[in-house]
């Protein structure tokens, strides 16, 4: 069991992937690929600390630092989520 399962590897699943392994949290990252659609070309502006910044290399710093942490992750596609009750309250279960 985890704490938290981040279903794509996108930017938006690296950045939270970071912050929950920051914050010790037993992390599991289920996507086909890290970097997602922002492994193609792309242009981001605005992003918080940065001028302009290509998708390739936001998932470049994002890989960067999941290298030094520990996760699990998942090569597939998610086919479902279900909610499941516990004794201990509410968790999902996630199937591939």
């Not at 949290?25 to 890290?34: K, M, N, S, V």
């Not at 290399?57 to 890989?63: A, D, L, N, P």
């Not at 499941?84 to 996630?94: A, I, K, L």
């Amino acid at each position: 069991m985890y704490d938290v399962i981040i279903i794509g590897g996108g930017p938006a699943g690296l950045a939270a992937a970071v912050y929950c392994l920051r914050k010790r949290l037993e992390t599991l990252i289920i996507a086909p690929e890290l970097g997602g659609k922002a492994n193609y070309r792309m242009h981001i502006a605005g992003l918080e600390g940065f001028e302009h910044i290509t998708g390739e290399e936001i998932v470049r710093k994002f890989r960067s630092q999941l290298q030094y942490l520990e996760f699990a992750r998942i090569r597939d596609m998610v086919a479902k989520v279900e909610p499941q009750q516990t004794d201990r309250g509410e968790h999902f279960v996630v199937t591939t």
